[in-house]
């Protein structure tokens, strides 16, 4: 079957800006979980959904970055005011629902701010 | 703090050999762990899992190895292919939350040379 699916895989920005990064998880996945990898680094957490609300986003970095998953299936993590250091892989994961279940994961969205 | 510690960045094995990488912890709460693989312009795959209540599981070329005591736990892979070369990622996940978050260490690259 399909896997995560992550789009746009890159995205060029200028400084200020205002992006949205989009994941589609596996079907009928509950759980999905964003995020963050800059060079040289293991992914960092970012926010877990639980269905459609944000049970865990204690890892959003400041109150630039938002997301969403109104239907509980596509979520979108959005970007205020970019910054220079926003720059990184953004990875969305999905699983069944089950804390201790295998996260799957997209292959992530790179996001350039200039 | 990294709670999740890496401490090669790199490492070089030849075909046939035994592959080890290793992985710090510090957060005693800490009761499941995993190893997933990356290759580039990929998101992370799913590798072996241990919970905390055993000392060790294998699966196929794969096993890990968990030293409580020491908040120590290992990947060993024999025999090493080519194929396995990839980054390759410890994560734990803290019994005392309810999510699944997982948290990374910086990885460990792996080259198997034929």
């Known amino acids: 079957g399909a896997g995560v699916s992550q789009t746009p895989s890159n995205k060029v920005t200028e400084k200020g800006k205002y992006v949205e990064l989009r994941c589609d998880p596996i079907?009928?996945?509950?759980?999905l979980y964003w995020y963050r990898q800059s060079l040289g680094q293991g992914p960092e957490f970012l926010i877990y959904f639980q269905g459609t609300g944000a049970a865990d986003d204690s890892g959003l970095p400041n109150d630039r970055f938002f997301a969403v998953r109104p239907e509980g299936s596509v979520s979108t993590l959005k970007i205020q005011r970019t910054e220079r250091g926003d720059s990184a892989v953004y990875l969305c994961a999905s699983s069944p629902g089950y804390t201790r279940d295998t996260q799957y994961f997209g292959p992530g969205t790179r996001l350039t701010v200039l | 703090d990294q709670q999740v510690k890496q401490n090669s960045p790199s490492l070089s094995v030849q075909e046939g050999r035994i592959s080890i990488l290793n992985c710090d912890y510090t957060n005693s709460m800490f009761d499941y762990f995993l190893w997933y693989k990356k290759y580039p312009a990929e998101g992370p795959t799913f590798l072996i899992s241990i919970s905390s209540i055993k000392d060790k599981n294998e699966d196929g070329r794969f096993t890990v190895f968990l030293n409580k005591s020491a908040k120590h736990l290992s990947l060993h892979i024999v025999p090493s292919q080519p194929g396995d070369s990839a980054v390759y990622f410890c994560?734990?996940?803290?019994?005392?939350?309810?999510?699944?978050?997982?948290?990374f260490g910086q990885g460990t690259t792996l080259q198997v040379k034929p």
């Open positions: 079907s009928g996945h509950t759980a």
């Open positions: 994560a734990a996940i803290n019994g005392s939350s309810n999510t699944g978050k997982l948290i």
